[in-house]
């Protein structure tokens, strides 16, 4: 095989090497952009935020005293707050728990029902915030994904560049291999 024709082939590929690389990085970016960015609004226009007061949050969560729930770090830290209260309702039951308990009795206890409704809200409620968290992970993930895959197409750009610079110094007659005399 002649040098030209390997230098050719290898700029080529890696030319194309080099494109695919930098749209899967626009690709990710657009993603985790999108999701970032839906999770932030769906999030806003909630406007969940935490007690002012940090003595009125568990040790854990007083960083976000007075903070507005805006991202999926957010939601994960609100998610918990809610998993303290519902633990509290019905001495740690879960609603599936409670729901089996208030139908065997008849559905007449009120008691039961009350912790019933409001297991299912805060489980439900929790289970929303812990999906946002999740998308905001997602997003966050394909986020540095990009830069990785658009990191490596400017480095594969520049061996292109050296490739067919080098092909430019090659004569028709060089050899990739020499055989022995």
Same mark, same amino acid.
């Given at each position: 095989?002649?040098?030209?024709?390997?230098?050719?082939?290898?700029?080529?590929?890696?030319?194309?090497?080099?494109?695919? $690389?930098?749209?899967?990085?626009?690709?990710?970016?657009?993603?985790?952009?999108?999701?970032?960015?839906?999770?932030?609004? !769906?999030?806003?226009?909630?406007?969940?935020?935490?007690?002012?007061?940090?003595?009125?949050? =568990? =040790?854990?969560?007083?960083?976000?005293?007075?903070?507005?729930?805006?991202?999926?770090?957010?939601?994960?830290?609100?998610?918990?707050?809610?998993?303290?209260?519902?633990?509290?309702?019905?001495?740690?039951?879960?609603?599936?728990?409670?729901?089996?308990?208030?139908? #065997?009795?008849?559905?007449?206890?009120?008691?039961?029902?009350? #912790?019933?409704?409001?297991?299912?809200?805060? !489980?439900?409620?929790?289970?929303?915030?812990?999906?946002?968290?999740?998308?905001?992970?997602?997003?966050?993930?394909? $986020?540095?994904?990009?830069?990785?895959?658009?990191? $490596?197409?400017?480095?594969?750009?520049?061996?292109?560049?050296?490739?067919?610079?080098?092909?430019?110094?090659?004569?028709? #007659?060089?050899?990739?291999?020499? =055989?022995?005399?």
């Amino acid at each position: 095989m002649r040098r030209r024709s390997l230098d050719r082939i290898l700029s080529v590929t890696g030319l194309v090497l080099a494109v695919v $690389l930098a749209v899967g990085g626009i690709l990710l970016m657009w993603g985790g952009n999108f999701a970032h960015s839906t999770v932030t609004n !769906e999030l806003t226009g909630q406007k969940i935020s935490f007690s002012a007061d940090p003595a009125s949050l =568990p =040790p854990e969560l007083a960083q976000y005293a007075g903070m507005a729930v805006t991202d999926g770090t957010g939601a994960k830290a609100y998610s918990d707050l809610i998993g303290v209260h519902v633990a509290g309702v019905a001495d740690g039951k879960t609603y599936s728990e409670v729901s089996e308990e208030w139908i #065997a009795g008849g559905r007449t206890d009120d008691a039961l029902a009350g #912790a019933r409704t409001t297991l299912f809200m805060g !489980e439900t409620l929790r289970g929303m915030l812990l999906n946002a968290y999740a998308f905001w992970t997602i997003g966050t993930v394909a $986020l540095v994904a990009a830069w990785v895959l658009l990191g $490596l197409s400017v480095v594969m750009l520049i061996l292109t560049i050296m490739g067919f610079a080098h092909l430019r110094r090659t004569t028709e #007659a060089d050899a990739v291999f020499v =055989p022995a005399a």
